[in-house]
């Protein structure tokens, strides 16, 4: 039987590591924490990646976890004028043939790692590099022990060091902003609570984006991008100043300022763009989701891609055993994460428009959909949401 060894434990290497077994591979999916913990925040799961979801199985044990907006809207951020309001929840299973949820990380992680066969999850196991042998490949591990396997899937994240050992280190791009974000229980914010959507808030050279979270919408979603250039610290769990949040967003509208007042921890990271790489596979050895095509979170698809990626690779690799199955899921799946990556970037620019005539250039239009032609908003999002990697090729 082919042994396949993943590294890294998040939303990625966990569908990976599942996709996998059930297709009859031995899997160890090694993790360097010493337990699956996340740090508190929020992910969206669209349609193309519940889709893969339900054909695993899991899709019931995440919806219990999960929450349903009623639509997505987009709103001015000092004002909240509304852009426009397009309804979802039915519609994303018209339309794109599964529903459109929220749901908090660590409950995300937590419904899919139910579902790991025993055994196969080894904690505390922290990488160091990988070495290709003439039978298969050795991962080695902190302290000099090692581990042995036919297949390497490297889905280690954004500093992944799988990535670097096949193809050096690596220069990343600071695009110049900031992003911030927190969870807030929902009864400590009153009337200006965030509404029963997902809302992206517009503004000059900032923008936020708010929904809610858990089946009972019990907590609220907040991630703030601001255009700065003086701190350049790539991570997600870095605590920042809650200070410098509401000066970030001084005079926005009360539920932006409201849930930054009332959150008890604000993370902050700076935004690094990358280039998609020329290759994923070095031999047996492949890389996955963010250690493969890492993606600004305009397009909140970072997950859904990995997730996409997890499909894709399993399928490739049951058909066949070795490196030609890794070449094939590259080549299945470079086109499409490139795409998602140049779309991400490109709404980086729509959402921070500075001056009165680009704010009518770019939402005017928005607007006029929105009330006359709501399904053109929908019809956008065709090629992203109604994508299907479970589909019969």
């Not at 199985?57 to 001015?76: C, G, K, Q, Y």
């Not at 992944?160 to 900031?178: C, Q, Y």
């Not at 493969?292 to 690779?313: K, N």
């Not at 080549?331 to 490109?346: D, H, I, N």
Request: net charge neutral.
């Amino acid at each position: 039987m082919t042994k396949i060894i993943i590294v890294g434990a998040g939303i990625g290497g966990i569908t990976s590591a599942i996709a996998c077994h059930r297709r009859g591979l031995e899997v160890v999916l090694l993790e360097q924490a010493s337990a699956l913990k996340e740090v508190g925040a929020g992910i969206q799961i669209s349609p193309n990646a519940v889709k893969v979801l339900k054909k695993l199985n899991l899709l019931d044990d995440v919806a219990t976890r999960a929450f349903r907006p009623v639509s997505i809207e987009a709103r001015m951020g000092e004002s909240g004028r509304p852009i426009f309001d397009i309804p979802l929840a039915n519609q994303s299973e018209t339309r794109w043939g599964a529903p459109y949820f929220h749901i908090h990380r660590a409950h995300y992680i937590e419904a899919l790692a139910a579902n790991l066969p025993p055994g196969v999850l080894k904690l505390g196991s922290k990488i160091q590099s990988y070495e290709t042998l003439e039978t298969g490949i050795r991962v080695i591990l902190e302290g000099g022990s090692h581990i042995e396997g036919d297949i390497l899937i490297g889905a280690d994240g954004i500093k992944s060091i799988i990535r670097e050992t096949m193809l050096g280190p690596e220069k990343a791009r600071f695009t110049g902003n900031v992003a911030w974000r927190a969870v807030v229980p929902m009864d400590r914010l009153g009337r200006n609570a965030p509404r029963h959507t997902a809302c992206a808030w517009f503004g000059k050279g900032r923008h936020a984006v708010t929904y809610c979270l858990g089946a009972d919408a019990s907590l609220a979603n907040f991630v703030g991008v601001v255009e700065r250039t003086d701190w350049q610290e790539e991570g997600w769990s870095v605590k920042g100043d809650k200070a410098d949040a509401l000066e970030d967003f001084a005079g926005w509208h009360p539920t932006i300022t409201s849930l930054i007042e009332e959150a008890e921890t604000l993370n902050k990271w700076a935004l690094f763009d990358r280039d998609p790489l020329p290759k994923w596979t070095d031999g047996p050895v492949v890389l996955l989701g963010d250690a493969a095509h890492p993606m600004l979170p305009f397009l909140a698809q970072g997950a859904a891609m990995a997730v996409e990626d997890a499909w894709v690779l399993a399928e490739e690799l049951a058909k066949v055993q070795s490196p030609r199955g890794l070449q094939a899921y590259q080549a299945k799946r470079l086109a499409r994460t490139a795409k998602v990556q140049a779309a991400s970037r490109a709404n980086m620019q729509t959402f921070h428009k500075r001056t009165v005539p680009e704010q009518l250039a770019t939402y005017g239009p928005m607007w006029l959909a929105g009330r006359m032609v709501p399904s053109i908003v929908h019809r956008r999002m065709d090629w992203l949401y109604g994508h299907d990697v479970t589909a019969a090729d």
